[in-house]
């Protein structure tokens, strides 16, 4: 009896202190889960202000490119934050949207003139009519129609109208499809560069290098369809031409790999890298103004190309100088800086040499090549 007394007293006794463990622990779990809550709050308020936007001063050294512009940096960002910051306002936000909408232009240009010259690509445009109408069937303009009609006008062009007329067969398309690719590669990777380039060093050193790509591509492949047309029944010049300028594209690009050369302390020698390739053209564009100088055509295939040369060369000042945001440093952190300048102007430039190419298309679909 004595003993099963003593093994109930020590039962009473653990009851009390197991109850109370219990509780505790029970307490202690309502505790961690909110302590658990309180910490996800924290580190959300945390990543919150991880990604905010910071000053110039605040910037990784590999991110210091314009001291002129002091605020609304995105810096060392998530890709998916970066890349939904299109979305959102900060000092690249124009510089992104800008050469985005220049690539859309190119690309509408582009199927604009496969449509003309490849009936297949008409055909799948007007059967796009069909669900864009019934989209827009409440609005005045029916956008269907439009892009039908503009198929049915693309496929009649006047050019090679009169070249079946002539007999003269069309000619190739090839060095016209070069530029427009060309010109929407160089605009889409400058894009990319201003959109992702904040994410981290290795990225924005790759993007900063595919951006100078670009650009080198583009003054390239500006040359082919005036030298392949005007000298297209001259396949040497083409050659000689051609050869010159893509050996000089290629040298670029390669000085240009070098990560030093990526630093903002040599914005002007890369530049001047550029020009020195863009004024390359001097040369075969005297040696074709002296071969055609009686062709009617002349003074507008000039002008288009003058106005080419002009926005170019204006952007790059802007681009070298930094004006205005040179003159009051903040004021132009947002919206109207150099480079916001600079990109328009290349857009501008790029929608000249465009224009220079249709008639440099059309002059040779209609006059083909004197039998030898």
Known sequence: ???????????????????????TAKQGGGGKKRRSKQ?????GRKARREYRLVSYAELPEYMKENEFILNHYRSEWPLLHAFLSVFSWHNETINIWTHLVGFMVFLGLTVWHLAQYFP??????????????????????????????????????????????????????WPFFVFLAGAMFCLLSSCACHLLSCHSHRLNLFLIRLDYTGIAVM???????????????????????????????????YALMSPRLSAGKYRAYRALLFVGMGLSGVVPAVHAAAVNWHEPRRNV???YEGAMAASYLTGTVFYLTRVPERWRPGMFDL??????????????????????????????????????
């Open 120 to 173: 297949q690509v008409a055909h799948l445009i007007g059967h796009l009519s069909w669900p864009i109408s019934k989209v827009a069937e409440n609005v005045s303009s029916n956008i269907g129609d439009v892009i039908s009609g503009a198929a049915s006008f693309m496929q009649a062009s006047p050019g090679l109208a009169m070249a079946a007329a002539a007999g003269v067969g069309p000619t190739t398309r």
């Open 219 to 253: 003054i390239v492949v500006s040359f082919f369809p005036p030298i392949y047309y005007i000298f297209q029944c001259e396949p040497r010049w083409q050659l000689v031409y051609l050869s010159a300028i893509s050996l000089a594209g290629a040298a670029t690009v």
């Open 1 to 23: 009896m004595d003993q099963e007394s003593e093994g109930t007293t020590v039962v009473l006794q653990e009851a009390p202190a197991l109850a109370m463990e219990e509780t």
């Open 335 to 372: 919206c109207g800086q150099s480079h916001q300048i600079f990109h328009l102007l290349v857009i501008a430039g790029a929608l000249a040499h465009y224009g220079a190419a249709i008639v440099f298309l059309r002059v040779r679909d209609e006059m083909g090549c004197p039998a030898r």
């Open 301 to 303: 295939t000039l002008a």
């Open 39 to 43: 910490q996800r709050r924290s580190e």
